[in-house]
C-alpha cells in the first residue's frame, strides 16, 4: 500500500486559537478574525445565521402556539429538523463520501470508512451514525428546540427587542454564543471523558476514529441530553428567539462541519471553501487531547491542548 496516500492531508503549520485571547492582542488580527474570511463570522457563523432565520420566520409557527406543550406540534418541529439533517447532512455525506467529488484532497484521513465494520450497529459506520442521529440526536434537539418556544411563550425566557439592543445582539451573535458553547462544550466534554461515563456513554461517539459528516451527532442520548442543555443558559440570559434558534442551529448542524473529515470542501474547479476542524479531528484520533474547539485556548489552559506538532514532523 502506498505509504504517502495513508498519511492524509495534514497542515504544515501548528495549530493556533482565535485571536481573541492572545496575549499580547492584536488588534488588526481580531478584526480580521471577526469580519473577513475565513474567520469566526465568514463563512459558517454567517450561514447559520441566515439559516436560523430562515428557520425561525419561514418554518416555525408564531410563539403563542408553544403555550402549552402539543403532540402535533412537537411532530410538525421534529420532521422539519429532520428533513433539514437530510437535506444538509445528507447533501455534505453524498458529495464528499458516495460521489467524491475531491477525493481524497484535504481529507485528513486518506482511507474512506469501510463499507463492513462490526465495531458499528448494522455493521457499517454510516447507517450506526444516522441511526444514532434520526432516534437519539433530532428527537433530543427538538425537545430542547420546543422547550425553548414554550419558556418564550411563558416568559420563562426574557424577550428582547433586536433593533432596538443592536449592540447587545451582535455582542451575542459575534462573541458570547460562539464563545459560550465553546465553554459548555468542554465542560461536558471533559465530564463525558471520565472512564466510569465514557464506557457507558461517550464510547458511542468515539467509535468514529474516521468520522464523517454523520458521525456529528452519533452520541448516546445521555450526551445528546446534555449536549443540548447548553441552550439553557437563556433561562439567565434576556435573548430573542431567533438567537436561541441561531444557537440550536450551530449545536445541531455545526456537527456535520466539525465531523466532515475534510479541512477544505470543493465548491468549483479550483476553489475551495474552509470548513477544516483539524483540532476535532486529532481528538477523534488520540481520546485525550483537544476536548474543545479552537476560538478560546481552553485545551492550553487545562494542558489538553494536541497542536499537531506531532502530524507534522512524521508527514
Ligand atoms: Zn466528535
Ligand atoms: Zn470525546
Known amino acids: 500500500m502506498n505509504k504517502k496516500r495513508n498519511t492524509g492531508w495534514k497542515p504544515d503549520y501548528k495549530l493556533q486559537f482565535s485571536p481573541i485571547f492572545s496575549d499580547p492582542l492584536n488588534f488588526i488580527k481580531i478584526i480580521k478574525y471577526l469580519f473577513f474570511y475565513p474567520g469566526l463570522i465568514v463563512p459558517w457563523n454567517l450561514f447559520f445565521l441566515i ?13 403563542e402556539n408553544f403555550y402549552y406543550f402539543n403532540y402535533k406540534l412537537y411532530l410538525l418541529i421534529f420532521f422539519r429538523n429532520l428533513l433539514l439533517i437530510v437535506c444538509i447532512w445528507g447533501l455534505l455525506h453524498f458529495l464528499l463520501y458516495n460521489l467524491k467529488i475531491q477525493n481524497e484532497e484535504y481529507k485528513y484521513n486518506s482511507e474512506f470508512p469501510k463499507s463492513k465494520n462490526k465495531v458499528f450497529l448494522f455493521n457499517n459506520q454510516t447507517y450506526d451514525n444516522i441511526f444514532f442521529t434520526i432516534f437519539s ?13 414554550y419558556c418564550f411563550a411563558n416568559d420563562y425566557f426574557q424577550s428582547i427587542s433586536l433593533v432596538s439592543n443592536p449592540i447587545y445582539t451582535i455582542f451575542l451573535i459575534v462573541l458570547f454564543i460562539p464563545v459560550y458553547h465553546e465553554i459548555h462544550f468542554y465542560l461536558i466534554h471533559r465530564l463525558i471523558h471520565i472512564k466510569s461515563i465514557y464506557k457507558y ?5 468515539h467509535k468514529n476514529i474516521n468520522p464523517g459528516p454523520w ?40 456537527p456535520a462541519l466539525t465531523h466532515s473529515g475534510f479541512d477544505k470542501i470543493l465548491i468549483n474547479d479550483n476553489n475551495f471553501l474552509e470548513a477544516g476542524h483539524y483540532q476535532h479531528y486529532l481528538h477523534h484520533k488520540y481520546f485525550n487531547c483537544n476536548f474543545g474547539d479552537i476560538i478560546i485556548p481552553i485545551d492550553k489552559w487545562f494542558g489538553t491542548f494536541n497542536d499537531g506538532s506531532a502530524e507534522i514532523k512524521n508527514k
Do not use: D, K, N
Not at 51 to 58: D, H, P, R, T
Not at 215 to 239: C, T
Open 51 to 63: 439559516l436560523s432565520a430562515i428557520i425561525f420566520y419561514l418554518l416555525t409557527p408564531e410563539i
Open 137 to 149: 440526536g433530532v428527537p433530543i434537539w427538538t425537545a430542547y428546540e420546543y422547550f425553548s418556544y
Open 201 to 205: 456513554v461517550h464510547y458511542v461517539h
Open 215 to 254: 458521525s456529528g451527532l452519533a452520541m448516546h442520548p445521555i450526551e445528546h441530553i446534555l449536549y443540548f442543555s447548553g441552550v439553557l443558559v437563556f433561562l439567565l440570559l434576556p435573548s430573542h428567539p431567533l438567537l436561541v434558534v441561531f444557537f440550536i442551529t450551530r449545536a445541531s448542524i455545526g
